[in-house]
């Protein structure tokens, strides 16, 4: 979707550090950091959230959650991590494009506000 942010930069077509690419995701940088380590992951196929993702794509979703685990693991999270996926309006989510943060490197507080 040539007016999705997270699109144009999977297409790059806007910059962001980027810290994994393949044929399926793409992470990059948080560009409004809420830890030392912020990523976003993201699908290169466009889902408004994770609501939207259909079953059959089911398989994409288990290809996010293992990024994270190579990111974490490859950015030295040793001490544990926080993966997020924000949904909808009451879920917090301001970019309309399917995203899991990857939070790290300081120790987390529970619940989320
Ligand atoms: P959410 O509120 O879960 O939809 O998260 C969207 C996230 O995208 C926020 O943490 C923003 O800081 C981040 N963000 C928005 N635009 C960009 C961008 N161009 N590059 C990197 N991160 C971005």
């Known amino acids: 979707m040539s007016d999705c942010i997270f699109c144009r930069i999977a ?3 806007v910059p962001a550090k980027i810290l994994h690419s393949d044929e399926a995701v793409i992470a990059f940088a948080d ?3 809420q830890a030392p380590t912020h ?3 993201v699908p290169r196929a466009h889902h ?3 609501a939207d993702v259909p079953p059959g794509e089911d ?6 959650l293992a990024t994270c ?8 999270l040793r001490g544990g991590y926080r993966v997020v996926v924000n949904t909808g309006a009451d879920g917090g989510q301001t970019v309309s494009h399917l995203h899991l943060h990857l939070l790290g490197g300081r120790a987390m507080s ?4």
């Open 69 to 76: 685990r190579e990111l974490a693991a490859v950015l030295g």
């Open 11 to 13: 297409a790059g077509e």
């Open 39 to 41: 990523v976003l992951v």
């Open 110 to 113: 529970w619940p989320p506000g």
């Open 59 to 64: 398989a994409t979703l288990g290809r996010l």
């Open 48 to 50: 408004t959230s994770l």
């Open 31 to 33: 560009v409004h950091p």
